[in-house]
């Protein structure tokens, strides 16, 4: 399905250039697909489903990702919020009862930290919202070398916007409108190309060089 392409190589740094590019084929997915929808409350739904320029999310690229299947649960805040350590609220169930989805506030610590003490807490999956306005579709959430190897839940990030609205509605206690129940849907698309993103470095001579013979390669992609 990939087309055939010839670059030349002619230096260490055009090499590290090259497999950046693999890397990020391989990361684009995180980028670009996978789903988040609001199953319940049903005004936090309806709020949902007419704004989606606040519905984008961002998937870290440490954890296990579920992709092809959807993870379903209901949302629960973290405390503490930036859930930077132990959590201290009892999050363990019973056989009958679902693990949830552990709700955290960006900020404090790395990513994957956060990831760490949420399934220690017993969450199947983390959402982290964002404390700032920005794009989150191209936020990308790595592991530091630390705990990445050890957390084995999806990591994904919101919006602040969104975020304010879940953390709202969770510190109300979900009681007016019913608790905040949310699905994932981690389905790929199929598709006979792929998307693609490179990243240089503009203070690298080598960078200039890469972009010029990646000209003919790119009308392949």
Same mark, same amino acid.
């Given at each position: ?41 049903? #005004? ?49 169930? #019973? ?41 989150? #579709? ?46 994932? #849907? ?36």
């Amino acid at each position: 399905l990939f087309p055939k392409i010839s670059v030349n190589i002619n230096s260490f740094e055009s090499m590290k250039a090259l497999l950046l590019i693999g890397v990020l084929f391989l990361i684009s997915p995180f980028l670009s697909y996978a789903n988040l929808s609001v199953i319940s409350p049903a #005004d936090t739904k309806a709020w949902w489903d007419n704004n989606p320029q606040f519905t984008h999310t961002s998937i870290a690229t440490f954890g296990y990702i579920p992709w092809g299947r959807k993870i379903l649960g209901n949302v629960r805040a973290a405390s503490p919020t930036n859930a930077c350590s132990v959590l201290t609220d009892e999050l363990e169930t #019973d056989y009958y009862e679902e693990r949830p989805v552990i709700l955290a506030r960006r900020g404090g610590c790395p990513f994957v930290q956060m990831a760490h003490y949420a399934q220690l807490a017993g969450a199947k999956m983390l959402l982290i919202a964002d404390n700032q306005y920005e794009d989150v #579709d191209f936020r990308l959430m790595v592991d530091d070398g630390t705990l990445g190897a050890s957390v084995h839940i999806p990591t994904v990030l919101l919006t602040k916007k969104a975020g304010d609205v879940f953390f709202d509605l969770l510190d109300r206690g979900g009681q007016a409108n019913g608790t905040l129940e949310v699905v994932f #849907d981690f389905t790929l698309p199929k598709s006979s190309k792929p998307d693609y993103h490179i990243w240089l470095t503009s203070s690298s001579n080598s960078s200039y060089q890469f972009i010029k013979q990646w000209r003919s390669a790119a009308k392949e992609f």
